[in-house]
Nanobody, 119 residues
Framework: QVQLVESGGGLVQAGGFLRLSCAAS????????MGWYRQAPGKQREMVAT???????TYADSVKGRFTISRDNAKNTVYLQMNSLKPEDTAVYYC?????????????WGQGTQVTVSS
């Protein structure tokens, strides 16, 4: 089966930076679009950034100019570089990937990693 494993979350002061990683593993034929989403307490999950297999990116307005999404197709890994972090960026961050495995094409989610930004 396919798994997404995230790493890189933690506690940081406002103005600081963190880099999240998400590696997909399993019987993968092709990884299509990948992305990062986040969910703060009491709020709905929202898109942070997405990247296609060709490298086209989209960002939420709230993170434009501060966050950068990238990927390594050979490693089936997506990254999120987060700079100039603000307290309102505090949330659980989830990796998402559209993956064609040996068996089917499906949407997969990671387990989530906590990002906490202190003021």
């Amino acid at each position: 089966q396919v798994q997404l494993v995230e790493s890189g979350g933690g506690l940081v002061q406002a103005g600081g930076f963190l880099r999240l990683s998400c590696a997909a593993s399993g019987r993968i034929v092709r990884t299509n679009a990948m992305g990062w989403y986040r969910q703060a307490p009491g709020k709905q999950r929202e898109m942070v950034a997405t990247i296609t297999s060709g490298g086209s990116t989209t960002y939420a307005d709230s993170v434009k100019g501060r966050f950068t999404i990238s990927r390594d197709n050979a490693k089936n890994t997506v990254y999120l570089q987060m700079n100039s972090l603000k307290p309102e960026d505090t949330a659980v961050y989830y990796c998402n990937a559209d993956i064609q495995s040996y068996y089917r094409r499906s949407d997969y989610w990671g387990q989530g990693t906590q990002v906490t930004v202190s003021s």
